[in-house]
């Protein structure tokens, strides 16, 4: 992992981390979003070990598997990073949880947004309106949950504005900015994992739930619809405690305590964490 970092010139060893992939495709459900866990990879794992577990469940058609190199947590100065490839590496993560309907902007942030990704990806171009490129991308810079609000043309109207202002700004500064209005949002920066309600006892969550792990604490979306369902700050966590297919909340919901418990393949890494965000929390208040 070191040696890896090493190549790609990023000094931050601590953030990233590697981590096996396991897509779930549907069955007999063509059109759904697969099932998709990430697991942080053991450190002193050897890579002819996982290719072995690989190749095993391979012999599934409807599992895919890989090896991914991202952020294990983010840092509220990722976007000021010296590393080009640094952020690249967030910009791609990012942009990934953003287009998948896991950050939930407004319409006047969508555009913006989109504009962004547009001067990354092609840069600022003369006549976009003409230009198929622009289109293909403009449609690729839209969460779908976002995109059916207004009509193609309606959308190009309205990223057009803002595109053109970006003419001074290169590649790097356009993903810089896109990286640092992610962060900024309450829920920026999340690292995201599917729940499945085991045990509710306000009666609150549905059945898939997905929850968003920050420095500001727990961020619960809908997973169906993906609306707020809740957000938890760190200092009302009254206990949290997890196993590898298992996590356990207790938090206050209408100024009573209640106890949550939920199926997921995140339990030890939702633990670690929260244990990182709150011992940032109190070490900064510390400080002050």
């Known amino acids: 992992m070191q040696l890896l970092l090493q190549r790609l010139q990023i000094t931050d060893t601590s953030s990233f981390a590697m981590f096996t992939c396991r897509i779930y495709k549907s069955v007999g459900a063509t059109h759904s979003d697969p099932t998709i866990d990430h697991v942080p990879l053991d450190p002193d794992a050897y890579v002819s070990d996982v290719m072995a577990d690989y190749v095993k469940a391979a012999r599934c058609s409807m599992v895919v598997c890989k090896l991914l190199l991202k952020k294990r947590f983010f840092k509220t100065d990722d976007a000021l ?64 949950i976002v995109s059916r609000l207004h009509a193609k043309d309606e959308w190009m109207n309205l990223i057009l504005e803002p595109y053109r202002t970006l003419w001074s700004l290169d590649h790097e500064a356009t993903m810089r900015e896109f990286v640092r209005i992610l962060l900024e949002i309450p829920q920026g920066g999340s690292v995201f994992f599917d729940l499945r ?60 305590l209640h106890s949550f418990e939920f199926a997921t393949t995140g339990g030890d890494e939702i633990c670690f964490l929260l244990d990182l965000h709150i011992a940032n929390a109190l070490r900064a208040s510390q400080d002050t």
């Not at 993560?93 to 962004?116: N, W």
């Not at 976009?128 to 293909?136: D, G, H, K, N, R």
């Open 197 to 256: 309600t085991e045990e509710d006892t306000a009666n609150y969550f549905p059945k898939h739930v997905i929850v968003g792990v920050n420095h500001n604490g727990l961020h619960f979306l809908d997973a169906e619809v993906r609306s707020v369902i809740h957000q938890a700050e760190l200092r009302e966590i009254a206990e949290y405690a997890g196993k590898p297919d298992r996590i356990f909340f207790s938090f206050a919901l209408q100024e009573e």
């Open 81 to 144: 990073a010296a590393e080009l490839q640094h952020v690249r590496l967030c910009y791609a993560q990012l942009r990934y949880d953003y287009l998948t309907s896991h950050y939930l902007v407004t319409v006047e942030g969508a555009v913006v947004l989109a504009a962004l990704q547009i001067a990354a990806e092609i840069g600022v171009i003369a006549n976009p309106e003409t230009a198929l490129e622009w289109s293909i991308q403009m449609r690729r810079s839209i969460p779908k």
